[in-house]
């Protein structure tokens, strides 16, 4: 097998450079590349611009928006450090890796402590905060969720989790209340009546 593997250059045109790909961080973009090579000289300012050129071209590249958010917080735009981190936490959302969204959201908070999240995002990010057990943190979103002025889908939909996570806890009360403050928003949604209903029936 090597041997014919080697003659028809499959590993030379095919199987290497995926390797290659998987293995070397920061060699897929000549403009990361750049960017790199200036924050390694302590040059953050200038790595700016090529990191969003080379976002412009790969809005999707992890590399690229991760050190986005370092050139930012090295030069004091701690908003702006916030906001790559955000969209870096959206594309480990989208690929389902739910411990790189979890790392990357606290350092979102860390980067700015009051980044404002819209309903749809805490929705997104509470799941993955569960799946790593930081149970306290994906209450607190999705309590931010039922006490904010967003649909009634979203805030229903954050007060069943919520709920959820109480009973786990063995917090059965505290999973009424939030269910019954949201009770009246089912009103004009039958199949969430109902669930509703069952779900408050099921609690008890």
Known sequence: MAVFLKLTLVEEAFLAPAIDDKTNLFSQHREVERALELIEAGRHQESIGHLLTALREEPEDIDALHLLAQGYTATGRS??????????????LKRREGDLATQTYYEMVEAHRDIDLSPRESLSIAPAL???????????????????????????????ALADLYVQDYKGHLALDVLHSVAPLAESLPDWKIYLEQKMEKVK
């Open 130 to 160: 569960v799946q790593e057990t930081h149970l306290q943190d994906a209450m607190h979103l999705y309590r931010r969720v039922v006490d904010s002025s967003a649909e009634p889908v979203f805030k229903l939909k954050a007060s069943i």
């Open 79 to 92: 908003i702006d450090a916030a906001n790559a981190l955000r969209r870096k936490l959206k594309v480990h």
